[in-house]
């Protein structure tokens, strides 16, 4: 069963516009929540993160939100440019002991148009 | 510059034929660990390794083995690969939570 659920497979946005990315997790006992990019032929690349004490966590045009109550955390990218287009996974942890091991949906293929 | 590296990044053999895919890191990471990514199920770990000579099992470790005998190589082993181990590898490092990923190694097991 899934324990980190991205709902959308896909999402395109129009250059300039904001993009939004969405993620669900299932177990209360993740601390930590990650987003990563991953263009074809290269591994996955991180991009942002979030502690669970926090709701909010910006990097430039990046920012993940966190809704601890609805298990539900979701990447804001503003403005979106061309090269933002690839795969957005998200990835929690905390709930492996000492195995740092990540948690990660499907991912969310992002195109953003010209 | 910080990295993660892999070798080969893609390879075919054929079933039974022992395997050795070499991963380094860089940044004098304790943690490293082994994903392999199929379609639908997205990124699962295969092993990991918390420093030099300990390791233990992930998700999926059926079929592989690994050793860490030095911090900086991470090294995945297929004694008998099969056609179910076709996929696409991941070696990460990480301090603690953010890991950072090698390329990818593209196997196929006819």
């Known amino acids: 069963d899934q324990q980190v659920k991205q709902n959308s497979p896909s999402l395109s946005v129009q250059e300039g516009r904001i993009s939004i990315l969405n993620c669900d997790y299932t177990?209360?006992?993740?601390?930590?929540f990650l987003w990563y990019k991953k263009y074809p032929a290269e591994g996955p690349t991180f991009l942002i993160s979030?502690?669970?004490i926090k709701d909010k966590n910006e990097d430039g045009r990046f920012t993940v939100f966190l809704n601890k109550s609805a298990k539900h955390l979701s990447l804001h990218i503003v403005p979106s440019q061309p090269g933002d287009s690839a795969v957005y996974f998200c990835?929690?942890?905390?709930?492996?002991?000492?195995?740092?091991?990540?948690?990660w949906g499907l991912g969310t293929s992002l195109a953003v148009n010209p | 510059e910080a990295q993660v590296t892999q070798n080969p990044r893609y390879l075919i053999t054929v079933t039974g034929k022992k395997l050795t895919v070499t991963c380094s890191q860089n940044?004098?990471?304790?943690?490293m660990s082994w994903y392999r990514q199929d379609p639908g199920l997205g990124l699962r770990q295969i092993y990991y390794s918390m420093n030099v000579e300990v390791t233990d099992k992930g998700d999926v470790p059926e079929g592989y083995k690994v050793s860490r005998k030095e911090k900086r190589n991470f090294p995945l082993i297929l004694e008998s690969p099969s056609p179910n181990q076709t996929s696409l590898y991941f070696c990460a490092s990480t301090d603690y939570y953010e890991q950072y990923f090698g390329p990818g190694t593209r196997l196929t097991v006819t």
């Open positions: 177990n209360s006992m993740f601390d930590y």
């Open positions: 990835a929690a942890s905390g709930d492996a002991g000492n195995n740092r091991k990540l948690i």
């Open positions: 979030i502690s669970s």
């Open positions: 940044m004098n990471h304790e943690y």
